[in-house]
């Protein structure tokens, strides 16, 4: 599947910089455009899947681009306003805009809302892991902590994870480990597989991986709250 494009339409610098990031590790594309006339070009291109549109732009112009360029087979459109920019909102909602929100804004919510948006497209939708602390993408090997901060697993964490996965309450062995999710480099053998397995557990900071002494490693996947 193509990457999901995103664009950002006159979004602050500071902002726009860690969404950017934040976007572009979980392996979507994202464009900018900083002037009006730079959104009109970036957007009559097609293939955006999803535009954000800062508050540097006047409610009335973010409006004007949501009209032109939103609407069934378009984008969708998230709009950002000031708090107190009640009526601004509510007429973007009913223009069609997929949402709005306020600013000062929480750069990971939004991130949040666009995967939303995306994955009612059938667009970047990840393959999401629930563990006690944190929450894996898969897709993107993000390890998202429940404090804030993120990780990045290695293609060998990945693959040592989704054996665990698929194996929910087996204990495998090494050599189940070795044959399955080979190490990413020649030293694959004994104790180096306890050592793959602790950071492996550290990154997630999980207790879901356990030793099973002479035998080898178990996964049990965690007991989901009731709310």
């Known amino acids: 599947m193509a990457r999901s494009v995103i664009a950002l339409v006159s979004v602050a610098q500071v902002v726009a910089s860690d969404l950017a990031d934040h976007l572009e590790r979980r392996g979507h594309d994202v464009r900018e455009a900083r002037q009006p006339w730079e959104a009109e070009s970036l957007l009559s291109a097609k293939g955006i899947d999803v535009v954000v549109v800062g508050d540097s732009l006047s409610q009335a112009e973010g409006r004007d681009l949501l009209r032109r360029h939103g609407g069934e087979g378009g984008p969708d459109f998230i709009l950002i306003c000031r708090p107190a920019d009640l009526v601004d909102k509510v007429l973007a909602l009913e223009l069609g805009a997929a949402d709005v929100v306020e600013s000062p804004l929480n750069v990971r919510e939004l991130a949040a809302r666009i995967g939303g948006l995306l994955a009612r497209r059938g667009r970047g939708a990840g393959e999401l892991v629930v ?79 356990t030793t099973i002494r002479g035998a080898g490693y178990r996964f049990d996947p965690p007991t989901q709250r009731a709310d």
């Open 131 to 209: 563990l006690e602390n944190a929450t894996v993408d898969l897709r993107s090997a993000m390890v998202m902590h429940r404090s804030g901060t993120e990780d990045q697993l290695s293609p060998g964490q990945v693959a040592l994870l989704r054996l665990f996965l698929a194996s929910p309450r087996k204990v495998l062995t090494r050599d189940d480990i070795i044959a399955a999710a080979p190490a990413e480099n020649a030293d694959a053998f004994d104790r180096s597989i306890d050592s793959r397995i602790v950071r492996l557990r550290r990154k997630l900071d999980t207790d879901t991986i």
